[in-house]
């Protein structure tokens, strides 16, 4: 399984982007893909998470409202479409694939992810 995050770039604040992960390997007919963020010397967190089977989408406080995980079918691809960006929002997005139906508890946590696609770096100036 490869992912690849693909989508990121620069904006000012207030403006939006949309990142885009496709699955390869797998068909994400079940399991779960989630949007982790790593911002410089920070830890690695949670930004949203989709469970295909129950058809559920998470995110973490920081982003709800602002953020929204979308499912493309035909292309087997996740969208993060975020809007109303600001500057702490700036860091290494990442998209991980769990092959697991974990419970909303475990979606914070990066260990659950099976797989991870290389990170794409979102900057939002001020």
């Known amino acids: 399984v490869q992912l690849q995050a693909f989508g990121g770039g620069w904006v000012q604040a207030g403006g939006s982007l949309r990142l885009s992960c496709t699955p390869s390997g797998v068909t994400f007919n079940s399991g779960t893909l989630g949007w982790f963020r790593q911002a410089p010397g920070k830890q690695r967190e949670f930004v949203g998470a989709?469970?295909?089977?129950?058809?559920?989408?998470h995110y973490a406080a920081s982003v709800r409202g602002r953020f929204t995980i979308t499912r493309d079918n035909g292309k087997n691809t996740v969208h993060l479409q975020m809007t109303s960006l600001e500057p702490e929002d700036t860091a290494v997005y990442y998209c991980?694939?769990?092959?697991?139906?974990?419970?909303?508890?475990?979606?914070?946590?990066?260990?659950?992810?099976?797989?991870w696609g290389q990170g794409t770096l979102v900057t939002v100036s001020s």
């Open positions: 989709f469970r295909r089977r129950e058809n559920s989408k």
């Open positions: 991980a694939f769990a092959v697991s139906r974990p419970i909303v508890s475990a979606l914070l946590d990066p260990g659950t992810y099976d797989y």
